[in-house]
């Protein structure tokens, strides 16, 4: 059981832009430290966004991060089949004193 | 130009410990945390700890408290973790990663098979 919540999978057309969402608490998404990962298989995870809503450096600006309380979203407009990989948000917990996880989300580009 | 680069897959036993290395250019590793961070098969990222250049401590997740130790050598600007007592579950992908943000950077991953 992952201390942040994300939906397992989403699915979307090239072209069209998805969310993906990541709940938390004030102890850690509510801190703005919210960090998102693109993780293709047999490779290493890349980081995307950082601070909630900073896009990391390279990422096109397709991918763009926003958070409201202790909920974060990562979007992706324009959306190509390159996409198609696992997301993962990421917090420091205050309380925990420990970087917690979101489950994943695998998205499919149909 | 800041690379990342861990040690070869290893094979353990149940009840058997494994260190894995990070070799870090590009940073200090007293300048920038370094993080670990596993994946099991079929399973999702984990963050097990990491090495807190502020204050010289080491912090770790509550699940791998007294299983895991963390270190790093100036000298070779090397990152290790050591894993105590494994088990199965313990089967997995494990990565370091650093950079002023934390995660910007990551090793190729170390592959840890633990099986009798």
């Known amino acids: 059981q992952s201390v942040l919540t994300q939906p397992p999978s989403t699915s979307g057309t090239p072209g069209q832009r998805v969310t993906i969402s990541c709940s938390g608490s004030s102890s850690n998404v509510g801190g703005d430290t919210v960090t998102w990962f693109q993780h293709l298989p047999g490779t290493a995870p890349k980081l995307l966004i950082y601070i909630s809503d900073h896009r990391a450096s390279g990422v096109p600006d397709r991918f763009s991060g926003s958070r409201s309380g202790s909920s974060a979203s990562l979007a992706i407009s324009g959306l190509r089949s390159e996409d198609e990989a696992d997301y993962y948000c990421?917090?420091?917990?205050?309380?925990?004193?420990?970087?917690?996880f979101g489950g994943g989300t695998k998205l499919t580009v149909l | 130009q800041v690379h990342l680069v861990q040690s070869g897959a290893e094979v353990r036993k149940p009840g058997a410990s494994v260190k894995v290395s990070c070799n870090v250019s590009?940073?200090?590793?007293?300048?920038?945390?370094v993080h670990w961070v596993r994946q099991a098969p079929g399973k999702g990222l984990e963050w097990m700890g990491g090495?807190?250049?502020?204050?010289?401590?080491?912090i770790y997740a509550q699940r791998f408290q007294g299983r895991v130790t963390v270190t790093e050598d100036t000298s070779t600007n090397t990152a290790y973790l050591d894993l105590t007592s494994l088990t199965s579950e313990d089967t997995a992908v494990y990565y370091c990663?650093?950079?002023?943000?934390?995660?910007?950077?990551w090793g190729q991953g170390t592959l840890v098979s633990v099986s009798s």
């Open positions: 090495f807190d250049p502020e204050d010289g401590e080491a």
């Open positions: 990663a650093t950079g002023l943000r934390n995660f910007d950077y």
């Open positions: 590009g940073y200090s590793v007293t300048e920038v945390s």
């Open positions: 990421a917090a420091w917990d205050d309380r925990l004193n420990a970087w917690v």
